[in-house]
């Protein structure tokens, strides 16, 4: 079955920058474009952005361009999101999820990874 | 962007009841090329990552119960839960994927009456 593991909290201070994990496995990683989504404290949920394994190709919220980048191994099935100049803005759980529908870059979100907590404090 | 508005912001109910939560999007959702809704609904439980409930506005994804229904078009859409359980509290999503960012609704909580 689908699972999406990642990487544990991290407590980081302001200013720094913090890099997650998610390695994938029960599909094929190249397949499908991998998204991120930012979920704030008692807050809905927001889309960073996505990169399809097969390619590193990515698209972004521009809310998020600057902020976050993307990257993956395809040899560990694992991608990588790394957030820069941390503000307590930047506080959230961090989920990872690949994308199913007709269009590869667009789509509904079937699975999900745990999340990863990050704090940003001094 | 696309603004997905989701009402009530919260619920109370008692087990058994039917209940209807309600997602509008900014435009239409409704691609004419497939005649297909582009909208997600969502279930978060406190602590837990969110769940995908239907796609297509209407396409129950595997293992999630019938009483989960999905309706609505263009730019009104619909949750509706029949009888009520104790596991459906929970927080409810709906997301829009008919234009890139996709967004989410502000959420609507499903608590006991």
């Known amino acids: 079955q689908v699972k999406l593991l990642q990487s544990g909290a991290a407590l980081v201070k302001p200013g720094a920058s913090v890099k997650m994990s998610c390695k994938a496995s029960g599909y094929t990683f190249t397949d499908y474009w991998v998204s991120w989504v930012k979920q704030s404290h008692g807050k809905s949920l927001e889309w960073i952005g996505e990169?399809?394994?097969?390619?590193?190709?990515?698209n972004f919220n521009e809310k998020f361009k600057g902020k976050a980048t993307l990257t993956v191994d395809k040899s560990t099935s694992t991608a990588y999101m790394e957030l820069s100049r941390l503000t307590s803005e930047d506080s959230a759980i961090y989920y990872c999820?690949?994308?199913?529908?007709?269009?590869?870059?667009?789509?509904?979100?079937?699975?999900w990874g745990q999340g990863t907590l990050v704090t940003v404090s001094s | 962007d696309i603004v997905m508005t989701q009402s009530p912001s919260s619920l109370a109910v008692s087990a058994g009841e039917t209940v209807t939560i309600n997602c509008k999007s900014s435009?239409?959702?409704?691609?004419?090329?497939?005649?297909?809704?582009?909208l997600a609904w969502y279930q978060q439980k406190p602590g837990q990552s969110p769940k995908l409930l239907i796609y297509w506005a209407s396409t129950r994804q595997s293992g999630v119960p019938d009483r989960f229904i999905g309706s609505g078009s263009g730019t009104d859409f619909t949750l509706t839960i029949s009888s009520v359980q104790a596991e459906d509290l929970a927080i409810y999503y709906c997301?829009?994927?008919?234009?890139?960012?996709?967004?989410f609704g502000g959420g609507t909580k499903l608590e006991l009456k």
């Open positions: 999820t690949p994308t199913y529908g007709l269009r590869g870059d667009m789509g509904w979100f079937a699975y």
């Open positions: 990169i399809y394994p097969n390619s590193g190709a990515t």
């Open positions: 435009q239409s959702l409704l691609y004419s090329g497939n005649q297909k809704n582009y």
């Open positions: 997301q829009q994927y008919y234009d890139t960012p996709p967004t």
